[in-house]
């Protein structure tokens, strides 16, 4: 099985202080992995962007850091090559424009090497520059900051009253519509220019910005326009063939569904459930109370989603040091397969990587076609957004380097699941 998002105290001064980039892998491999990713954290480059436990450091210290990443990658990539395949990516962190010029410059630099970054998770962390996941006091001073911002195309006005009627029905959400609907924009708008501008090969945890309001359906009707941005983002992930990660993570902070939610992974309507349909003034169809882990509204019309769109789901843990490898996956496995998941993908190594790989048994799909491959997937769709492929050239080698491929086989059945519970246990 895979994992395509880790961390290291090595590298990374908020996972687990005094682990090493090898204990992580180490852990892998007694887990029973067979392809696992390493995605140390892109260097940040103002020092005003440095976590609170970095206060000792530079920007330049950091980007060092990174630096030594990559050759300790390397290294362990090719030391347990034969036991694991190991791949060397980073994680995106975007806080300003200046984040994205020099990730691109950075790619663009290590492709050059010939023995850089592999393939980008690509995930949003902060919103109106600020952290978003840090801590819990970070996010409520960032929304908190949409409550009065009105310099913003966003919309700010309250809803109408009927959506502010749905909206008390949500307890953990102490903020105005508006200033949550502001603040959900602002992060799919994030998302959406390293979505466009980068092509990461995976999505890290694509509903992060509700970290600390997971009960909240980002297609809930008091939420104007929030959902077709979701959509958006998902479309143009699509369009080139990235992958979505469904993470672990999630589960160690609280939520009882993994990232995505549920509702962001597919929205179903179950006619058994005898649904009540909602017909309220204001808004332009009917819609459905979904009885989910919490509650859902919806449209009673289709609704885009990952799965409706063909969106290709990865596995990830992002684990934060030895302790937290696979951590929770048989409960991200009970998740996606009550979500009637049936088809996983993950990331292959082109050199290495056959239908009878025996350190790959059971993961190559030997039938894979040319339009399930990466390299296959520029679309005009993305390319409309400004970016030609000319100007990624980054994204050359990594194709060259890794291809998604569809696990072959009914990834539930697995044996690794029953050989990681009796790990675990």
């Known amino acids: ?85 190991l791949l060397v990516g980073l994680e995106t962190d975007y806080i300003t424009p200046l984040d994205i010029d020099q990730l691109q410059q950075l790619l663009q630099a290590e492709e050059e090497t010939g023995a850089g970054v592999e393939y980008v998770v690509g995930s949003v962390h902060h919103v109106a520059e600020q952290g978003i996941d840090f801590s819990k006091e970070w996010w409520e001073a960032c929304v908190d900051s949409f409550s009065t911002d009105t310099g913003t195309d966003h919309p700010t006005v309250p809803p109408p009253p009927h959506t502010q009627r749905l909206t008390k029905a949500l307890p953990d959400v102490p903020f105005p519509p508006a200033a949550v609907t502001a603040y959900l924009h602002a992060y799919l708008d994030a998302q959406h220019t390293l979505i466009t501008r980068i092509h990461p090969t995976v999505i890290g945890h694509f509903d992060l910005c509700r970290l600390y309001i997971p009960k909240l359906p980002l297609n809930h009707p008091s939420l104007p326009g929030v959902w077709e941005k979701v959509e958006r983002n998902i479309k143009e992930v699509v369009a080139y063939g990235g992958l979505f990660e469904v993470s672990a993570a999630s589960f160690r902070k609280g939520w009882d569904e993994g990232y995505p939610g549920s509702e962001v992974l597919q929205v179903r309507y179950f006619p058994s459930a005898s649904p009540v349909i909602y017909s309220l003034p204001h808004h332009p169809e009917p819609l459905v109370r979904l009885q989910r882990a919490h509650p859902v509204y919806c449209p009673v019309s289709d609704t885009q989603c990952i799965i409706a ?117």
């Not at 996606?336 to 048994?361: H, K, P």
């Open 1 to 85: 099985m895979h994992s395509h998002h880790s961390h290291s105290g090595q590298f990374c001064r908020h996972a687990a202080p005094g682990t090493t980039l090898e204990d992580v892998v180490l852990a892998a491999i007694h887990a029973g992995f067979t392809t696992y990713g390493l995605s140390e954290h892109v260097p940040r480059y103002r020092k005003v962007d440095l976590y609170p436990e970095e206060e000792d450091l530079s920007p330049t210290d950091l980007l060092n850091t990174f630096t030594a990443y990559l050759t300790e990658a390397h290294r362990l990539r090719v030391k347990y090559a034969h036991v694991i395949d």
């Open 309 to 425: 769109n063909r969106g290709r789901l990865c596995l990830s843990d992002d684990s934060h040091g030895p302790a937290s490898v696979a951590l929770n996956y048989t409960r991200l496995r009970t998740y996606l397969v009550e979500q009637d998941v049936t088809e996983l993908w993950y990331l292959a190594r082109n050199t290495t990587v056959t239908g009878n790989s025996d350190s790959n048994a059971g993961m190559a799909d030997e039938n894979t076609t040319p339009s399930e491959s990466v390299a296959a997937t520029a679309t005009p769709a993305v390319e409309s957004t400004g970016e030609s492929k000319e100007q990624r050239p980054w994204l050359v080698f990594q194709r060259r380097k890794l291809t998604p491929r569809k696990y072959d086989g009914r990834w539930a059945d697995d044996p690794f699941w029953t050989r990681l519970s009796q790990r675990q246990t």
